[in-house]
């Protein structure tokens, strides 16, 4: 396509889109959830043609000489597309949370006033490697009452058009528009230009994928961004804590998976319990190949930790998000220290507190700028299927409407509603 003809064609699904969200909002439950049951037996029995389609996807990444890790985020196997028919299933039985009526209050007046929720509109969600996202993505879409525009990366062309077929599928059979979930055909990058530039039809657009990509997505679009940049995340060991639970929790939310965004990359310990948690940790670490960044008092206490990797931290550390086997660890004066750092080097995504004192947890809670804040938990459970929300569409460190994972409710607004009986504002 030249840049005329993505222009035209990405105009014609911003219309379609506009068009099928008007019939979305007005699904009824029982509708929106039999598309998202028909949508996971199709994932069940179409597993060989998914799989035909996937393998495409699959050897033209491995020709063009991509890494091994993100070819194998391009697998669509017979157990992530179990996961995804579960995913769909799961929320088919959750309650419908579009229409729901709240907080609503006599005012003097006579009148009631309330707020519904209602669904966005119409969101562009804009992805890289994994294609199971078209489903997760497709899927929020319709249990939200919403339409939506797909674009994954051209790694995953083949497998995104044969899952969007799928669903669009099951959006017929269900009486319900098809074009209320549609992909973007075209591999053109301009296509993305254009998606993000559509305010007439695109109500939020949602990247996932690289920090060049959001960047790229924040700086240009012409429409909100539900976003986030950088999972710098904190665990404060505090004085005083329970130790062994500190060293587990802390073990875990670092080395429990290196690469997500809520992996720990940043550890503050109290001053008066370092000497005695930082040598513990400091061997788990060393056993499992974790690089030490320090501040002097830390690298004191770590250095005759046998196998330590330990060197010194520049001020980027401390605002660094590594996304890998290495950690910035910093020994603090107390909870004032750790929140003030927190504030000033996080990316407010999600921060954890690992304490005994109840006065200090809760100041924590209140003080930390984070979209995800923790007491006695790991890092890691920031995500929207722990947090119980089915599924998520990405996390959000934005302060709006949307913040830390974003579920159904993220993707639906409130509208104000008020009741009367004739009442006139005198």
Not at 45 to 74: C, F, H, W, Y
Not at 144 to 156: F, P, Q, T, W
Not at 195 to 214: A, N, S
Not at 274 to 292: D, N, S, T, W
């Amino acid at each position: 396509m030249n840049a005329l003809n993505v222009a035209e064609y990405m105009q014609s699904l911003g219309v379609q889109a506009r068009q099928a969200s008007a019939r979305m909002s007005g699904a009824s439950a029982a509708q929106k959830n039999a598309v998202l049951r028909a949508i996971a037996a199709r994932l069940r029995s179409s597993g060989a043609a998914l799989q035909a389609e996937n393998a495409k996807d699959i050897e033209r990444a491995t020709a063009a000489g991509l890494a091994a890790p993100m070819v194998d985020r391009l697998k669509l196997t017979p157990k992530i597309l179990d996961t995804l028919a579960e995913g769909c299933e799961q929320l088919a039985a959750m309650p419908d949370i579009v229409g729901e009526i709240s907080g609503m209050t006599q005012q003097p007046s006579g009148i009631r006033v309330g707020r519904m929720r209602v669904p966005l509109g119409v969101f562009g969600m804009i992805f890289e490697s994994r294609p199971n996202v078209t489903i997760e993505a497709a899927s929020l879409s319709i249990k939200s009452g919403n339409a939506c525009i797909l674009r994954g990366g051209s790694e995953a062309i083949e497998s995104n058009k044969a899952l969007a077929r799928l669903v669009r599928e099951a959006l017929v059979e269900g009486g319900l528009p098809e074009d209320a979930v549609q992909l973007v055909q075209t591999t053109d990058r301009e296509a993305v230009g254009q998606l993000i530039t559509m305010p007439q039809f695109v109500d939020v657009v949602i990247p996932r994928g690289g920090k060049g990509l959001i960047e790229r997505i924040s700086r240009d679009a012409k429409v909100p961004v539900i976003k986030h940049l950088d999972g710098n995340c904190h665990v404060y060991v505090d004085d005083p804590c329970d130790l062994d639970m500190a060293v587990a929790v802390t073990d875990n939310a670092k080395t429990q998976k290196y690469s997500p965004c809520n992996a720990a990359e940043g550890l503050l310990v109290a001053e008066g319990v370092a000497a005695q948690f930082l040598p513990r940790i400091g061997a788990v670490f060393a056993a499992k190949g974790v690089e030490m960044r320090c501040d002097a008092r830390a690298k004191a206490l770590l250095a005759t930790v046998a196998g330590a990797q330990v060197v010194d931290a520049t001020e980027q550390d401390w605002a660094e998000e590594y996304l890998a086997p290495v950690i910035a660890i910093k020994v603090v004066d107390g909870l004032d220290a750790a929140i003030e750092h927190i504030n000033r080097y996080g990316s407010h995504h999600t921060d954890a507190i690992l304490t005994r004192d109840h006065v200090h947890a809760q100041r924590f809670l209140r003080e930390v700028d984070s979209a995800s804040v923790m007491v006695n938990a790991s890092t890691r459970f920031a995500d929207g299927f722990e947090f119980g929300l089915g599924a998520e569409i990405g996390i959000s460190t934005d302060k709006f409407h949307a913040r830390g994972p974003v579920g159904l409710e993220g993707l639906t607004s409130l509208k104000w509603v008020v009741l009367g009986q004739g009442e006139l504002r005198r």
